[in-house]
């Protein structure tokens, strides 16, 4: 798989209408700080998973708070 | 032809609102309303088993439909808070209610999908054995399972019971066809070995892939178009799952029925509770969709034709 980037994530997220204006999302701070709230976030992971054909184990979630951290992680599996 | 006629109701008058939960769970109004949908939640007392729940709902359904008991021929419980593991419960509201000894009783051990289950089930029940009348209840009181600490559970299910009476050759909602699936596999993710354990991201990832796809093969196998389907009753799992549900199918939101806010989750009865409140004003020729998911993993739609 070619290397995710930050706006390809921000891209999933918008297109799955999950917040209002994913594009003002900042990509170093957690989601959980600029309104995406725990189910939201579970919408989140679940279309970067069926967007990108991977699978996210729960135990990874806590490493998966800020845009940055998705893509590093997406990135090194 | 076998048509749902009348569906009976019961909700329990206690309720526990989960407004007053907001500081032990670290959430906020906006949360409850919008993502659970949950506001309060309906709870049984403490001795009311799943018969007396059942009993309660055939009470209301005696107000509503122009039957006998003596006419029943088949009686079926769905639920899987039993009163208890033996006898099955249906047995007990067969005595409770003293319908007729010619009358065939079964449980169906189902969660959310089971009330779409126990109508294809009851339906090919009664045309195997040419059955005239039947009753389908559901009651999974699951405040009897529930850690009140655990804010995976506690702030969606509530308590309640409803009976559909099924009949053959008379005007009401008639089966055009159904969808049904498990992924067994995945079944850790929901279980209750005395308290219920629920893996909330697991869930809703089974439901937001699977159910779009459950409800557009039953489309297809009917060669219907959603626009064709006039009202979607969706298990009432949160209002986050029916609202992702409706956006990942492009249903226009005005024909998704959401009703949990004064009561919660109940489980299987979910369905019936909101079609009991439409099945009046459903004009002859409209047709319903409805769609069961969870414990299983497990999942049924079907279509339905007022005739």
């Known amino acids: ?77 | 032809m076998i048509a749902i006629t009348h569906i009976g109701t019961y909700l329990p008058e206690n309720r526990v609102s989960n407004l007053e939960l907001i500081e032990k769970f670290e959430i906020d109004e906006n949360f409850i309303r919008e993502k659970i949908g949950v506001g309060q939640r309906s709870l049984k007392s403490s001795d009311e088993k799943a018969s007396d729940l059942c009993i309660k709902a055939f009470e209301d359904l005696l107000n509503k439909a122009d039957f006998s008991k003596d006419e029943v021929e088949c009686c079926v419980v769905v639920t899987q808070n039993p009163d208890m593991s033996i006898p099955h419960t249906s047995a007990i509201v067969h005595g409770a209610l003293n319908l007729p000894e010619t009358c065939a009783c079964f449980d169906i051990s189902l969660g959310c999908s089971g009330y779409v289950y126990g109508l294809s089930i009851v339906t090919a029940f009664m045309q195997a054995n040419s059955l005239k009348k039947a009753l389908l209840f559901t009651a999974d009181p699951y405040s009897d399972i529930i850690d009140p600490d655990d804010k995976n559970t506690v702030l969606i299910f509530g308590d309640g019971a409803t009976v559909t009476l099924l009949q053959d050759n008379y005007p009401g909602l008639v089966s055009l066809g159904f969808d049904f699936g498990s992924k067994g596999a995945s079944y850790k993710n929901l279980t209750n070995e005395g308290v219920l354990y629920m893996n909330g991201r697991a869930v809703f990832n089974f439901a937001a892939a699977t159910v779009p796809k459950s409800i557009n093969k039953v489309l297809e196998k009917l060669q219907l178009d959603k626009e064709e389907i006039s009202r979607w009753y969706l298990h009432q799992g949160s209002k986050y799952i029916v609202d992702t549900i409706t956006r990942r199918l492009g249903l226009k939101p005005e024909r998704v029925v959401f009703g949990m806010y004064d009561y919660g989750n109940t489980v299987s009865s979910s369905i019936p509770m909101l079609l009991s409140e439409d099945l009046e004003g459903i004009a002859v020729g409209e047709k319903v969709g409805v769609s069961g998911f969870g414990v299983g993993l497990s999942w049924a739609s079907a279509i339905f034709k007022k005739k």
Do not use: C, W
Request: no cysteine; hydrophobic share 45%.
């Open chain 1, 1 to 77: 798989m070619s290397k995710v980037t930050v706006d390809q994530i921000i891209e999933i997220i918008e297109k799955a209408h999950l917040v209002k204006d994913a594009n003002a999302l900042a990509h170093d701070k957690p989601l959980s700080e600029q309104g995406v709230d725990s189910l939201d976030f579970s919408g989140v992971l679940f279309n970067i998973e069926e967007v990108l054909d991977i699978e996210i184990p729960d135990e990874d979630i806590d490493r998966l708070q800020t845009i940055n951290n998705i893509v590093i992680y997406i990135n090194n599996k």
